[in-house]
């Protein structure tokens, strides 16, 4: 049997579908699990989901920008998707706790800081909501960076030097004590541009030759498998971003395995994953801090936890967006009849 060529359009064409699986797996790293555990490794790649998420991201943004080439409106679409939601959810959460403990937000300067920007994970690395401020400050460079690439394409090369800038953080102890504790931000940036990257190749519905289905099993293979023994067997003896350097080709790697899945399987479970997708970052800002939070107490067990995690975050991700959706458009709605007085 022919074994068919690796579509590279289908990266797009099943996008909502990876992102829902991306978000499954980051929900399956976030829930608790004894590090004895034969499933603790396994579980730990989970992590991989975030890579997922921006080199997916990267790709719809290239789309984005080739559409409409213009810096304000990349800016103003990119801001109404992120900043009302996570406005809602750092109040709602950020704002309890200064009222009451305040192990995050000491001041009120502090605590606008922690609502707008997340400023505290700039400062000392909280984690709370670690994404959200990363992935906004990478919507503001990836214009910058789409531009220079038009202009001149020798500059794709630029995530390779990410890469090294990763080496430098690690090792070279001046830049560490200044930025090191950023390591969670610098060792997922390559692999968003290198999503920019591919989504010339998307756009373009470019084929890899089907003699490459092999060397794209292996590479998943190797990849994949090194960072679960990693994490089974010497989790703790290494730093964290060698791994996440392995995530790179893993996450190419994953992603165009899952486009080959998705071409296979029924079109309700399709339908599930693009649901999933489609309540990504509600999802993601709600699921731990307002959810997990709660259920992990509970003695589920961990898949018990992680389906009734699940069960309870999705339909609070669908209100919210709804919720959102709704005021938006009552704004909208408002605004024109100003502009018709």
């Not at 790709?59 to 304000?72: D, E, H």
């Not at 023994?229 to 730093?239: A, D, I, W």
């Not at 399709?270 to 259920?295: D, M, P």
Request: aromatic content about 16%.
């Amino acid at each position: 049997m022919k074994i068919p060529n690796i579509e590279l359009g289908n990266i797009s064409r099943y996008r909502a579908e990876q992102m829902g699986a991306a978000m499954l797996f980051v929900r399956l790293f976030h829930v608790a699990l004894d590090r004895g555990d034969p499933f603790y490794g396994l579980r730990r790649c989970g992590n991989v989901g975030v890579d997922i998420f921006l080199f997916l991201s990267g790709v719809g943004l290239w789309f984005a920008w080739t559409k409409t080439p213009c810096i304000s409106h990349f800016y103003r679409r990119r801001l109404l998707r992120i900043l009302p939601t996570w406005l809602v959810c750092s109040t709602a959460f950020y704002l309890p706790d200064y009222l009451g403990a305040r192990r995050y937000s000491q001041s009120i300067v502090d605590l606008i800081g922690d609502i707008t920007i997340n400023w505290d994970f700039w400062l000392h690395d909280e984690l709370t909501f670690w994404y959200v401020p990363a992935i906004m400050l990478l919507y503001l460079l990836a214009p910058w960076y789409m531009m220079l690439v038009q202009r001149h394409p020798i500059y794709r090369w630029l995530p390779l030097l990410m890469v090294v800038w990763c080496v430098i953080v690690q090792w070279v102890l001046p830049i560490h004590h200044a930025v090191g504790h950023l390591e969670i931000f610098w060792s997922r940036v390559p692999i968003f541009f290198i999503g920019i990257n591919f989504g010339v190749l998307v756009k373009e519905k470019r084929t890899i030759g089907s003699d490459a289905v092999w060397l794209l099993l292996i590479t998943f293979a190797m990849t994949f498998g090194t960072c679960l023994y990693l994490e089974q067997v010497r989790h703790g003896n290494f730093p964290l971003f060698v791994e996440r350097m392995l995530y790179i080709p893993f996450t190419v790697c994953s992603v165009l395995v899952m486009n080959r899945i998705f071409r296979r399987t029924p079109e309700w479970l399709n339908r599930a994953f693009r649901l999933v997708g489609a309540l990504s970052l509600e999802a993601y800002l709600i699921h731990i801090h307002f959810v997990l939070v709660y259920v992990q107490p509970c003695g589920l067990g961990y898949w018990g936890t992680f389906a009734v995690t699940v069960a309870i975050t999705l339909p609070l991700a669908w209100l919210l967006q709804r919720g959102i959706g709704l005021i938006e458009r009552i704004f909208q709605v408002r605004n024109c009849k100003k502009q018709t007085i």
